[in-house]
């Protein structure tokens, strides 16, 4: 069964330091989204994507963010210069249409020191 | 403002007992789901509710919508330990993001 992956894992990365988040989603998906979850809190959404561009943003997704697809297979999520406050587990999810089911990845756990 | 509330945000529970877990949400919308998570894992789908009076079981747990109260329920019947978990519900609103309630930890103990 098609699965959304997610790389890496688990990232630890100084404060002020660059982050690239990576996501495959399901192949024939066109709509992409990036949700965090602050460890014991509830899953926020960050940014949705569709056909190379933006769809909608959350206050969350500041200018230290950017999404991109650059190629035909990955979506990424970038943070340009890390804060503490941006630890959490990042979830890639995807979905054939945005009235479809979204599936999402097993989460990358960034940890900022 | 787009709000999904849950209720009880803690619930321990012993074996065998049944409960409800509540959601609340802010502004129509036409899907609701239900996911469960285990600590450090990602989010498993457990239903997808569509339409006014939709119902739904699997095995012990039974999901029920009410779209025009904006309530869902997640009911779960005599309850063993490894339904223990944290429970979201989350409403899809326009554009097709998905807005988390604050999700229900459930302990279940023998």
């Known amino acids: 069964e098609p699965e959304v992956t997610q790389t890496p894992s688990h990232q630890v990365t100084q404060m002020g330091q660059e982050v690239i988040l990576r996501c495959v989603p399901i192949?024939?998906?066109?709509?992409f989204y990036w949700y965090r979850q602050i460890l014991g809190q509830k899953v926020e959404f960050l940014v949705s994507?569709?056909?190379?561009?933006?769809?909608?943003k959350s206050e969350i997704f500041d200018d230290q963010f950017s999404v991109e697809r650059p190629d035909g297979s990955n979506f990424t999520l970038k943070i340009r210069s890390t804060k503490l406050e941006d630890s959490a587990m990042y979830f890639c999810a995807s979905a054939k249409d945005r009235a479809y089911e979204q599936y999402f990845g097993p989460g990358t756990r960034l940890t900022v020191t | 403002e787009l709000k999904v509330e849950q209720n009880p945000l803690f619930l321990s529970m012993q074996e065998g007992k049944n409960y409800t877990i509540y959601c609340n949400y802010s502004?129509?919308?036409?899907?609701l789901y239900w996911y469960r998570q285990d600590p450090g894992k990602s989010l498993e789908s457990l239903f997808v509710l569509l339409s006014n009076g939709a119902v739904k079981q699997e095995g012990r747990l039974m999901a029920s919508l009410d779209t025009k109260a904006r309530l869902s329920t997640l009911h779960i019947t005599a309850a063993v330990h490894d339904l223990s978990a944290t429970y979201f519900c989350?409403?899809?609103?326009?554009?097709?993001?998905?807005?988390f309630g604050q999700g229900t930890e459930l302990s279940v103990k023998p």
């Open positions: 994507f569709y056909n190379n561009e933006i769809s909608e």
């Open positions: 192949s024939n998906h066109l709509y």
């Open positions: 989350a409403v899809v609103f326009e554009g097709g993001k998905l807005i």
């Open positions: 502004t129509t919308s036409d899907r």
